[in-house]
């Protein structure tokens, strides 16, 4: 398990911690402020956002060591709490800072969506959807319901499963979209191996949904599968 060193914990560590990055640390954070955040890479970023949880660590092999074992920013900040502690140097205050940066990320792109007309701003719900979703260990169903002008009602997670199974049961779909005097969906569920690629069942289970949906006068718009490769509209696809 990885453990944070700081003063107050670990004073001789501290001591004997030669501060050789400070002066690297000033000039990341003048960077940041003059350049921009794109001018800084991904394991720039995570020291950054690493500073405030390790104040006499040197946080760009810790952010180094994260992407080499997550792949990205985004997987990163959304990887489980486990396997993040896996890592040297990672405990409970760097834990809650990258947890902090995922929730911050999740609340803007879900803001974006409840201020936008849903069907208009598609690359924003592919973009909500990825963030919330795309990075998650267990399967998850979760439903957009929208009202008649394709305006956001609610934003609801149905169920969660398995690595690679979540139950699913459409006249409860239906119930729930009746209670909220939605009138169209859209549907969303992750595939934690990464590839959005529907399955057999999952297009039955969209079927089924569309089937009790469409004569309730509920349109179903889509269902989007998101991973961390990419995403899959079974619209686009022609499934259903």
């Not at 760009?60 to 709490?81: M, R, W």
């Not at 990258?98 to 719900?125: F, H, T």
């Not at 979760?142 to 009602?153: A, E, M, S």
């Not at 469409?214 to 179903?220: Q, R, Y």
Request: some cysteine; charged content about 25%; glycine content about 6%.
């Amino acid at each position: 398990m990885g453990s944070e060193s700081t003063d107050p914990d670990n004073p001789k560590a501290a001591r004997e911690e030669a501060p050789h990055y400070h002066g690297h640390r000033e000039r990341l954070r003048t960077r940041f402020y003059d350049a921009g955040p794109e001018a800084l890479s991904d394991y720039e970023l995570l020291e950054l956002a690493l500073f405030a949880a390790l104040p006499r660590r040197d946080t760009k092999p810790i952010a180094k060591l994260l992407l080499k074992k997550f792949g990205s920013f985004a997987e990163v900040v959304h990887a489980p709490e486990n396997l993040l502690r896996e890592i040297d140097g990672i405990g409970d205050a760097s834990i809650t800072q990258l947890k902090l940066l995922a929730a911050a990320a999740d609340r803007i792109a879900k803001g974006e969506i409840k201020r936008s007309v849903a069907l208009s701003s598609w690359n924003d719900v592919i973009g909500y959807c990825r963030s919330s979703m795309a990075f998650a260990d267990k399967e998850q169903f979760r439903i957009l319901f929208l009202d008649k002008r394709n305006q956001l009602i609610a934003d609801e997670v149905q169920q969660t499963g398995t690595v690679d199974h979540t139950p699913v049961y459409p006249r409860e779909v239906i119930k729930r979209a009746l209670e909220l005097s939605a009138t169209a969906l859209i549907l969303i569920h992750n595939h934690p191996s990464g590839d959005p690629s529907p399955s057999q069942a999952d297009i039955q289970m969209t079927k089924a949904i569309v089937g009790i949906a469409s004569p309730l006068g509920i349109s179903v718009h889509d269902h989007i599968i998101v991973g961390k490769n990419g995403h899959a509209s079974m619209k686009g696809l022609k499934l259903m």
